[in-house]
């Protein structure tokens, strides 16, 4: 009796635990591109020439902590193959309270990148192709993430010039200086992206681009 008593309870406990992970978090959840979302999005992050198929994307349902330190809600749209990724990336950083000013759908902006990283937005599809080429960028098919983007600027420095995006990011670009939501290799975030299988952007040698993780599917 007492062996079968133990067997009905190692049951339950299996049942209940299959059982709760079926249910979505109410918080941090991704789902398909229904006609909703698809009517914000199209003819500006999905532009007409998109060749991503809406399937191949998931919208993301996020909690982050602002620089307020509150609680906001964040949306994001993604490839599905990151989806997981993400919503455990961001669950953590939440549960670190750790600040990410805005999450919005850069829809939102128009779908203009400058205008969402000047407002130190943090997003991740947004359809295009590599200047002059068909390939489609990592952004373009969603595998790419932009976190806190006024304060972690993509750099380039071509015959001397300094090339800031967003150009108004000037305070930012060097990075021995100590500021606030600094995104360098001891950072909570970039550690969490690598652990996924992201490249980070800061470690790239000929551009630097301190927002960005990006992971080859
Ligand atoms: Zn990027």
């Known amino acids: 009796m007492v062996r079968f008593n133990f067997i009905v309870l190692v049951l339950a406990l299996l049942f209940s635990s299959a059982a709760y992970a079926d249910v979505p978090d109410e918080n941090f959840y991704a789902t398909e591109i229904d006609d909703v979302i698809f009517a914000r999005i199209k003819g500006k992050s999905y532009k007409d020439d998109c060749v991503v198929p809406t399937s191949d994307l ?32 961001f669950q953590k950083l939440y549960e670190a309270k750790y600040q990410i000013e805005k999450i919005r759908l850069v829809d939102e902006y128009n779908a203009d990148d400058e205008l969402s990283m000047r407002d130190n937005n943090s997003s991740c599809f947004n359809f295009r192709f590599i200047s002059h080429t068909t390939k489609v960028s990592k952004h373009g098919l969603g595998l790419a993430v932009d976190i806190n983007t006024l304060y972690n600027p993509y750099v380039k420095i071509v015959d001397g010039k300094v090339n800031i995006e967003p150009a108004t990011a000037g305070d930012y670009v060097y990075r021995t200086k100590d500021f606030p939501h600094k995104i360098d290799e001891n950072d909570l975030c970039c550690k969490l992206f690598k652990q996924h299988g992201f490249e980070w952007g800061g470690d790239w040698k000929s551009v630097k681009d301190y927002q960005h993780f990006e992971k080859d599917i």
Not at 61 to 89: P, Q, R, S, Y
């Open 58 to 89: 998931r919208y993301l349902h996020v909690l982050h902590v602002g620089f307020d330190g509150e609680t906001h809600e964040g949306e994001m749209i993604c490839n599905k193959a990151i989806a997981a990724d993400l919503l455990d990336i």
